[in-house]
Every structure is written in C-alpha cells, then in structure tokens.
C-alpha cells in the first residue's frame, strides 16, 4: 500500500435507521475524531475504542446512553474488543456504566480472562472507578412500550423484524498496518433478561486475525451460529476485503440472517455490506471521508 496506510470504518448498525441525519453526524464525529488520532501516531485499538466511545455516548445508537431495554426494562449491553494480535476483551449484561468499551478494554489489559458477564463486569468496572450511570433513555422507554402496547410477546418469534438498528462497530489500520476491532450493543428490544447477543462473543460479532479484522451488527442469534466476523476474516487469507465480505453475507442472506458487516484486511482494503434494507456506515481514508446511511441490498 502507498502512502499513508491509516484509516478506519465505523459502523452504526443494520436493520431500521430511524433518523439517517443523526446516525450520518454521530458517525462522522466518531470517525472524524478516531482518524485524527491516527494521524497523530494512535495505534488502532486507541483508535476503535475512541471512536466506539464517542457512539456510546450518543443517544442516537444502539449502545452505551440510548440502549435498547430488555423485556423488563434494564439497559444490558455488550462490548468487546480484539486486536490483530489475538488481544481481546469484553463484557456481556453489564449494566450501569456509562462506556462498556472501556470496560472492555480494560479486561483485555487488566486481567487474564477474556469475557467478563453482568454483575460480575459491573462490579469490575466499579471497582476500577468507572462511575454509576444510567443509560436508559425517553426514546429507548418508548421502543419497549410500543412492543407492549402491540401485545408481542417477550422473544419474538420474527426477531429480525422488529430490529432497531443502532449496534456500532470501528475497524481501523494504523500506520504500523496493525489492525483492531471494537464492537458495542444494548441488544434487541424486548430480548429475554441476560440473552447475549454477539457483539461481545470473538469470532461472531468482533474478530480480529492475522488476515483482517471484522465488526458486524444484525440478528445475533444468526451472528453467532455463523461466526461471522471470523467466517470474513477467514476469507480474507485468500481473497480481498470485499469479496471476503460479500461472500460471508451471501451465505448470511440464504440462511435469512438479517446483519452487516464493515473491516479491514491485512494489506488495507476496505468491505462492508449488509443483507438488510439499511446500514449506517463511513470511514476514512486517505484523509478523504465516505458517509453512508443507506446502501444496495447485500
Ligand atoms: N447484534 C446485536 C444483537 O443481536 C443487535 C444489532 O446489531 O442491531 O444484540
């Protein structure tokens, strides 16, 4: 690759973008913010884990404040981050901080576990000092109450219709040509209290390899029996990013998968793609941006 190799693609989730003007903006800042710390000499896990940040704290997305609630109304949210040296850290069900991509960063730094589940991870992330917070928001209240008001019962049988997108994701390349990945979730609207969903578990939502690294967002359950970000990078030993990419979701769409995907492989090229009507995605690179909210079905 000539030039400078740095460069990142955040997602902001497959499914339904309710307000496209705000998901474009949050990922902008997010990706605007991230690649100018790459230009200051970031390494890519710096990178993904500032610009999940900046996601989490916008109400926007599916994650960290504006969270999508539980059947029973508690923001539990999944996070996870992986490098392309096998590092990886994450959290599931915690609940109650305000970054669970801090969290998870932590765990990949702190301790010698690799995932770390509700009370368990909110108590570590207490005891590292991150602060009570809630994260439960007007919008994400009235999400679950439009699903009790239509009578759906707790796990929906049509799961990947009623999906509220919102799920972000950051790959990034830095000027080592090292590559990282970070995911973060609240889950899907009126889930069972403690379901995990695969942002957080490696290999599914978030993975990293010596070939490429790969976020992904949409129906969990589907993205977790596939191993999808891993099934992309596997791809990626042979094949470039975006052939990588289309094959993984091709196999995604004939087994009806609702979900997306965006990464980076080892020599720099770029893929997303998405089975679903939307996906909010952009990245930069060659200090050029590229904004997406709404793309070609996968
Ligand atoms: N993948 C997330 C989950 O199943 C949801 C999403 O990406 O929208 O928890």
Request: glycine share 14%.
């Amino acid at each position: 690759m000539r030039g400078s190799p740095i460069g990142i693609i955040c997602h902001g989730g497959a499914g339904t973008i309710n307000d496209k003007q705000a998901a474009a903006e949050g990922l902008e800042e997010a990706i605007g913010q991230s690649y100018r710390l790459l230009r200051q000499s970031a390494d890519a896990m710096q990178a993904v884990v500032a610009a999940v940040r900046i996601m989490e704290d916008n109400p926007v997305f599916n994650c960290g404040t504006g969270s999508n609630l539980t059947v029973e109304g508690r923001a539990e949210m999944d996070a996870a981050v992986m490098t392309q040296d096998g590092r990886f850290g994450g959290v599931c069900c915690i609940t109650d901080v305000k970054n669970p991509i801090l969290v998870a960063e932590k765990v990949m730094t702190e301790t010698d576990h690799l995932l770390l589940c509700g009370s368990g991870a909110v108590s570590f992330a207490h005891k590292l000092g991150f602060e009570e917070f809630d994260v439960i928001t007007e919008r994400s209240r009235r999400r679950l109450e439009k699903l009790r008001q239509d009578g759906k019962s707790p796990y929906f049988p049509k799961l990947e219709k009623m999906m509220n997108s919102g799920t972000v994701g950051a790959v990034a390349i830095d000027k080592h040509v090292k590559l990282a990945v970070a995911t973060s979730s609240g889950g899907i609207t009126g889930r069972l209290p403690g379901r995990i969903g695969d942002s957080a578990i490696m290999g599914a939502g978030t993975y990293a390899g010596p070939s490429g690294a790969v976020s992904c967002t949409g129906h969990g359950e589907l993205v977790i029996k596939m191993m999808l970000a891993k099934d992309i990078v596997e791809r990626m030993k042979t094949l470039p990013a975006s052939i990588a990419v289309t094959l993984g979701l091709s196999e995604a769409k004939r087994k009806k998968g609702m979900c997306g995907a965006v990464g980076f492989d080892a020599r720099g090229g770029l893929c997303f793609g998405h089975t679903t009507k939307d996906m909010a995605y952009g990245y930069m690179v060659a200090d050029r941006l590229f904004m997406f909210t709404k793309g070609k079905k996968g």
